[in-house]
């Protein structure tokens, strides 16, 4: 900026002479301007520097910057006003020359930095950037943003833009020392991550709004616990599926436990899916659970001509209805009331609506209930399955998906053992034309009965916060997520593949909690008690995706793998234990029975007690 100022400067100076005299600068003239261009790029860039014209990052040229710009501007043809005074007392020098030489001063000083703002975006600079001018009530929270990327610049235009602003901005935080010392829009950059916990002090922040999409999971950690019992609260700027139409100031949130898992950004095929999805009949089992209430939100956005939404439950069900049909949309929502435990109630729903895609995410999930109702669990999981499938093949489904579980993997619980059997009977079933695929991830963030809603009660009311155990780890999604790899595998599935959703690295439990914790504005152990209550039956310290000797094959996305060598299913086995489940279910409450023909069917399942007061079933 600085040699392409000077160049700048000399230029203008040139061309003021060479207006103000037609063209043609003659011998005393040329004379004149060769002996004072010298003192006049002095006086100019001199006080260019003193107006801040060299502390800006240019990016973010705005009104405030084009005011210093002027005032530079001014300074310097002052100065050499001065100089040609005092020097020549004006004898010879053309007093328009040194008017025009100031006006191009602006243009070209002001230019510059407007293009190179115009380069990196692509509007120009708007009127109402005047109000930065406008003055922050003190009664406004300080605030410091974690960011300089346009995100940043855009969030300080809204906030100064505010006609009742909530927040002053003190200052910027770059992930690095390179732009310290630096100003945006007139306001600092203060300093790189580290310096975090000691500005919060010095300047008594209220509040860091993080604005950079870069920033992982493991770094916003680190920086909740830097800021540990100093009161300082994080906001985040909401995803790009929450601003799309709305501003950014206006939508920051607080930092949900969400932001700090530790993966990268999933790339999606938008159009296979839609390929998948556009024009057709789609039904949704579990609509109104977590998996299966966000498919429906996700299909919605495809273009299907139908979505049949199925559920036993009729609450949930009416509440997902609902929140789809609020929203503009020429697929066709039809909320079902039925069971995949009866043929009758199925076949009724696919003779009348003939679905073309079938999401299959109803289930009991439950480990510790499931313990105590094994029959229940295998009505619902193995026997619901296998009759959802038979009427899928019965009326000519093109695709069937179904939902599994990392609890499927060398299960030690009744209901990962029954969902290992589900997996094996879609597996068996995709030899009658219907495409069946299966897709296999851990736990999703705050699904119904999950452990972030629990830890969140357990916070709200001053603790404690229980833990199974301090070394129990799980693999986590967020609930979108998850659909978003669910409908990207189900697209690319070919039949009979069982798909495995990358989940990142595990998490501990423990960890979970105490980050919980310290987003609430507390401290472990000290504001809130963390307890260990022992691991409840049939659950594991880890979890894992894979058996021992499957294996896995890449796909063309990274978030997705197909699990391969899986060992042959028994099919003379499998049916012969689907009858015998299917003569207890309907005559016999014998829960024994019925572990150890799931032992039978999955041999690393060993099946735990049965509790000693077990629910009778009707």
């Known amino acids: 900026m600085f040699v392409a100022d000077i160049v700048l400067l000399g230029v203008s100076y040139y061309v003021a002479y060479w207006l103000r005299f037609d063209g043609k600068i003659d011998e005393p003239n040329w004379h004149i301007l060769s002996v004072t261009i010298i003192p006049l790029l002095l006086c100019k860039i001199i006080s260019l520097f003193f107006s801040g014209m060299y502390r800006g990052m240019w990016r973010y040229t705005g009104i405030n910057d084009l005011i210093n710009a002027i005032k530079g501007a001014a300074l310097g043809t002052l100065l050499f006003v001065v100089y040609l005074a005092g020097r020549y007392h004006f004898v010879g020098i053309s007093r328009s020359v040194v008017l025009i030489d100031f006006i191009f001063t602006i243009v070209v000083i002001g230019g510059l930095r407007l293009m190179i703002r115009l380069y990196y975006q692509t509007h120009a600079i708007f009127f109402d950037d005047i109000i930065f001018w406008r003055r922050i009530k003190h009664e406004c929270r300080k605030v410091i943003v974690m960011g300089t990327g346009p995100l940043a610049e855009r969030l300080l235009r809204e906030l100064h833009g505010n006609s009742n602003p909530k927040y002053k901005v003190v200052g910027f935080i770059d992930e690095v020392d390179t732009h310290k010392g630096m100003r945006i829009n007139g306001v600092p950059i203060l300093g790189s991550l580290p310096d975090i916990p000691d500005l919060v002090g010095y300047y008594s922040i209220d509040d860091i709004l993080i604005t950079a999409p870069e920033l992982h999971g493991y770094q916003i950690k680190e920086l909740i616990e830097a800021c540990t019992g100093l009161g300082v609260r994080f906001r985040v700027i909401p ?30 095929d938008m159009g296979v899916m839609r390929q998948e999805l556009e024009g057709k009949t789609v039904l949704v089992t579990g609509a109104g659970g977590s998996i299966g209430s966000e498919l429906a939100r996700q299909i919605l956005g495809f273009g299907s001509r139908m979505l049949i939404l199925l559920d036993n439950a009729e609450t949930p069900l009416y509440n997902i209805d609902m929140e789809l049909k609020q929203n503009p949309s020429d697929t066709e929502v039809i909320p079902c009331i039925g069971d995949i435990r009866t043929f009758k109630g199925l076949d009724h729903i696919f003779k009348r609506f003939k679905p073309q895609v079938v999401y299959h995410a109803a289930a009991y999930k439950h480990v510790p209930m499931m313990e105590m109702t094994p029959l229940d669990a295998i009505n619902n999981n193995i026997l619901g399955t296998y009759k959802l499938s038979c009427v899928a093949c019965r009326y000519k489904v093109e695709k069937f998906v179904m939902i599994s579980t ?17 997996e094996m009977v879609v597996q068996n079933i995709n030899y009658s034309g219907t495409k069946f695929v299966v897709v296999r991830f851990g736990n999703v963030l705050r699904s119904n009965g999950s452990v972030v809603p629990l830890f969140e009660r357990q ?3 001053g603790g404690p916060v229980t833990v199974t155990h301090p070394e129990v780890m799980r693999y986590f999604m967020t609930i979108p997520e998850a659909v978003m790899l669910v409908l990207q595998a189900g697209a690319i599935g070919k039949g009979g593949e069982l798909f495995l959703l990358d989940m990142g690295q595990p998490v501990k439990i423990v960890d979970l909690a105490r980050n919980m914790i310290r987003l609430a504005g507390l401290v472990p152990d000290k504001d809130i008690a963390i ?39 028994d099919e003379r ?33 060993q099946g735990n007690p049965l509790p000693k007061s077990i629910g009778n079933r009707e």
């Open 239 to 268: 995803s790009i599926t929450e601003r799309i139409n709305g501003a950014i100031a206006n939508h920051l949130r607080d930092i949900m436990v969400e932001d700090l898992l530790e993966r990268e950004p999933i790339s999606l």
């Open 459 to 461: 916070i709200a009311v």
């Open 573 to 605: 086995l499998l049916y012969e234990g689907i009858e015998r489940f299917k003569v207890l279910v309907k005559d016999s409450n014998d829960h024994k029975a019925a572990l150890e023909i799931l032992k039978t069917l999955v041999p690393a399942y």
């Open 531 to 569: 307890e260990f209550i022992g691991l409840r039956p049939g659950e594991k310290l880890y979890e894992e995706l894979l058996i021992a000797g499957e294996g896995v094959m890449d796909t063309a996305y990274d978030k997705i793998k197909i699990c391969k060598n899986a060992k042959p299913i």
């Open 406 to 422: 990392d609890k499927a993997v060398r299960p030690t619980s009744v209901m990962g053992a029954t969902k290992r059997v589900a």
